[in-house]
């Protein structure tokens, strides 16, 4: 049978609903969990866990999949031998937990040991595990990932091909929804070479965060639109690469970040559901201007039916940390943008941030400014370096968290009239260039600063410890003289003049 979007859209809505389907079942069990006694936990808690990276997986798939359309054929076939064998398990897993004839437990020892026994004293979690392994297959498939591996793909086909047997699901898939790839067709897949470079962007939300301070009023996040309908192709250019996916809301709502191979311009891709459905967006970060308001970000458009700027995209969080990392890197991707015209010197303001410090720092060997910030709903205390001037000014280069370990008198030390050591100090890169190993000190790895006067080193100092500061006697002398922070020309207007006037 031919490939067709009709088919495409049928399988994608398919993940979407099971996805639904094993988030209300994950919270069924966890109330079943909790009327049972403890020794029945840790097997419940295994099976709720892998149901819940069922719905996680199924939703990621969907998400790059609108991202890779060219490729989606490749995987049809493989997604219609694990989705019905999925939906199968999770329906028999609400039959035996509706069943109100029996006792609760005697519920969850009939699921557990009925479903172990049909296929062959295979537990229920791992059967979830099965399928997971596969679908985050499928994903690295689509991908073209080089950790894509086509005999694991096969032996777990082969798997799951025994559980729709053992389950009565007969026959296998008859409907060819897409080509089977085969171990001589891999060649005209594409090359499968990863890139020669990380992007910056690909390490911020993989990196733990040092604290985690919690918003207040939160809400649900919202997608604003206008929105296409599942299914509907856009116009991704081939060899588009993700720089990272942010769910919100439990996946009822994810954003997706792409950089075009073609300009390295980033797009922002927003999947949502309407009465049950998934509904998508697309705009460029030079299409949207970025402000804080209370606990969420939102991200507005302009409208030209309107001729006036409208929401596109209301995003709450749940820890200030997680607000300030995503607004640094969209701004930050929005300036260094080929297609940006202008970067308004609000955006570049997280509002509710109050400066408590700016100087002029060198930092790997480039003019930098260092601001400390306080946020006054959460109270916590950054760190930010911007570019000092040119037409990237104000951009973010870096960030890092004050936390409880900057009570300790050994965090801060001022090494010279010019230089303080900061210890444990996480850093988080928003420049491609930036090379924060340069300024790692010590076995320790301090994180050296470098002021371009001694009186900025004392007030950043006192900041923190007040007048005495921990200054010692060891001066290394004046900080060296470098060039103003070399960037490329990459927008079309320069950054405006800001309100407030710098430090030093």
Same mark, same amino acid.
């Given at each position: 049978?031919?490939?067709?979007?009709?088919?495409?859209?049928h399988?994608?809505?398919?993940?979407?609903?099971?996805?639904?389907?094993?988030?209300?079942?994950?919270?069924?069990?966890e109330?079943?969990?909790?009327?049972?006694?403890?020794?029945?936990?840790?097997?419940m808690?295994?099976?709720i866990?892998?149901?819940?990276?069922s719905?996680?997986?199924?939703?990621?798939?969907v998400?790059?999949?609108?991202?890779?359309?060219?490729?989606?054929?490749?995987?049809?076939?493989?997604?219609?031998?694990?989705?019905?064998?999925?939906?199968?398990?999770?329906?028999?897993?609400?039959?035996?937990?509706?069943?109100?004839?029996?006792?609760?437990?005697?519920r969850w020892?009939?699921?557990?040991?009925?479903?172990k026994?049909?296929?062959?004293g295979?537990?229920l979690?791992?059967?979830?595990?099965?399928?997971?392994h596969?679908?985050?297959?499928?994903?690295?498939l689509?991908?073209?990932s080089?950790?894509?591996?086509?005999?694991?793909?096969?032996?777990?086909?082969?798997?799951?091909?025994?559980?729709?047997?053992?389950r009565?699901?007969?026959?296998p898939p008859s409907?060819?929804?897409?080509?089977?790839?085969?171990p001589?067709a891999?060649?005209?897949?594409?090359?499968?070479?990863?890139?020669?470079?990380?992007?910056?962007?690909?390490?911020?939300?993989?990196?733990?965060?040092?604290?985690?301070t919690?918003?207040k009023?939160?809400?649900?996040s919202?997608?604003?639109?206008?929105?296409?309908?599942?299914?509907?192709?856009?116009?991704?250019?081939?060899?588009?690469k993700?720089l990272?996916?942010?769910?919100f809301?439990?996946?009822?709502?994810?954003?997706?970040?792409?950089?075009n191979?073609?300009?390295?311009?980033?797009?922002?891709?927003?999947?949502?559901?309407?009465?049950?459905?998934?509904?998508?967006?697309?705009?460029?970060a030079?299409?949207l201007?970025?402000?804080?308001?209370?606990?969420?970000? %939102?991200?507005?458009?302009?409208? %030209?039916?309107? %001729?006036?700027?409208?929401p596109?995209?209301?995003?709450?969080?749940?820890?200030w940390?997680?607000?300030?990392?995503?607004?640094?890197?969209?701004?930050?991707?929005?300036?260094?943008?080929?297609?940006?015209?202008?970067?308004?010197?609000?955006e570049?303001k997280?509002?509710?941030?109050r400066?408590?410090f700016?100087?002029?720092?060198?930092?790997?060997d480039?003019?930098?400014?260092?601001?400390?910030f306080?946020?006054?709903?959460?109270k916590?205390?950054?760190l930010?370096?911007?570019?000092?001037d040119?037409e990237?000014?104000r951009?973010?280069?870096?960030t890092?968290?004050?936390?409880?370990?900057s009570?300790?008198?050994?965090?801060?030390?001022?090494?010279?009239?010019?230089?303080?050591w900061?210890?444990?100090?996480?850093?988080?890169?928003f420049?491609?260039?930036?090379r924060?190993?340069n300024?790692?000190r010590g076995?320790?790895g301090?994180?050296?600063?470098?002021?371009?006067s001694?009186?900025?080193?004392a007030?950043?100092?006192?900041?923190f410890y007040?007048?005495?500061?921990?200054?010692?006697?060891?001066?290394?002398?004046?900080?060296?003289?470098?060039?103003?922070?070399?960037?490329?020309?990459?927008?079309?207007?320069?950054?405006?003049?800001?309100?407030?006037?710098?430090?030093?």
């Amino acid at each position: 049978m031919v490939y067709t979007g009709q088919v495409d859209g049928h399988l994608l809505r398919g993940c979407s609903i099971e996805a639904d389907r094993a988030d209300i079942i994950a919270l069924y069990l966890e109330g079943l969990r909790n009327a049972l006694p403890d020794h029945f936990h840790a097997h419940m808690t295994a099976l709720i866990e892998e149901i819940h990276s069922s719905a996680r997986a199924l939703r990621d798939l969907v998400d790059h999949s609108h991202l890779h359309l060219a490729r989606v054929p490749i995987m049809l076939s493989y997604l219609n031998i694990v989705l019905p064998c999925l939906s199968r398990t999770l329906r028999d897993v609400t039959a035996f937990y509706q069943d109100k004839t029996v006792s609760k437990e005697i519920r969850w020892r009939r699921m557990y040991n009925k479903m172990k026994d049909e296929v062959g004293g295979l537990p229920l979690p791992q059967r979830f595990l099965i399928y997971n392994h596969f679908l985050a297959m499928l994903k690295l498939l689509l991908t073209r990932s080089p950790n894509f591996d086509l005999n694991s793909l096969d032996s777990l086909r082969t798997r799951i091909m025994q559980l729709r047997e053992a389950r009565g699901i007969r026959p296998p898939p008859s409907m060819q929804v897409g080509p089977v790839i085969r171990p001589e067709a891999m060649a005209l897949i594409g090359p499968m070479d990863p890139d020669p470079s990380t992007h910056w962007a690909e390490q911020i939300f993989s990196l733990p965060l040092p604290s985690r301070t919690a918003l207040k009023h939160v809400k649900p996040s919202t997608s604003w639109g206008p929105h296409q309908p599942l299914g509907t192709p856009f116009d991704t250019p081939k060899g588009s690469k993700i720089l990272f996916r942010r769910p919100f809301d439990d996946d009822r709502l994810s954003l997706v970040v792409y950089l075009n191979p073609a300009d390295q311009c980033a797009f922002l891709f927003i999947r949502t559901f309407h009465l049950g459905s998934p509904w998508l967006s697309l705009r460029g970060a030079h299409e949207l201007c970025i402000h804080r308001e209370g606990s969420a970000l %939102q991200l507005r458009r302009w409208s %030209q039916s309107a %001729q006036c700027s409208k929401p596109w995209a209301s995003l709450y969080f749940q820890t200030w940390e997680e607000m300030v990392l995503f607004h640094s890197t969209f701004v930050s991707l929005k300036a260094r943008n080929a297609l940006t015209l202008d970067v308004k010197v609000n955006e570049y303001k997280l509002a509710g941030e109050r400066r408590l410090f700016q100087a002029q720092i060198i930092d790997d060997d480039f003019r930098h400014s260092l601001i400390v910030f306080h946020d006054t709903q959460t109270k916590g205390i950054r760190l930010h370096a911007a570019v000092w001037d040119g037409e990237l000014r104000r951009c973010p280069v870096w960030t890092a968290f004050v936390t409880h370990q900057s009570a300790s008198p050994s965090w801060l030390k001022r090494k010279s009239r010019h230089r303080v050591w900061l210890k444990d100090v996480q850093l988080y890169v928003f420049c491609q260039r930036y090379r924060q190993q340069n300024q790692r000190r010590g076995r320790g790895g301090a994180f050296e600063i470098c002021f371009a006067s001694p009186e900025a080193a004392a007030r950043f100092c006192e900041v923190f410890y007040g007048p005495s500061g921990g200054m010692t006697t060891d001066d290394e002398g004046p900080p060296p003289q470098v060039e103003a922070r070399r960037v490329p020309r990459v927008m079309a207007a320069s950054v405006e003049e800001a309100d407030d006037t710098d430090d030093e």
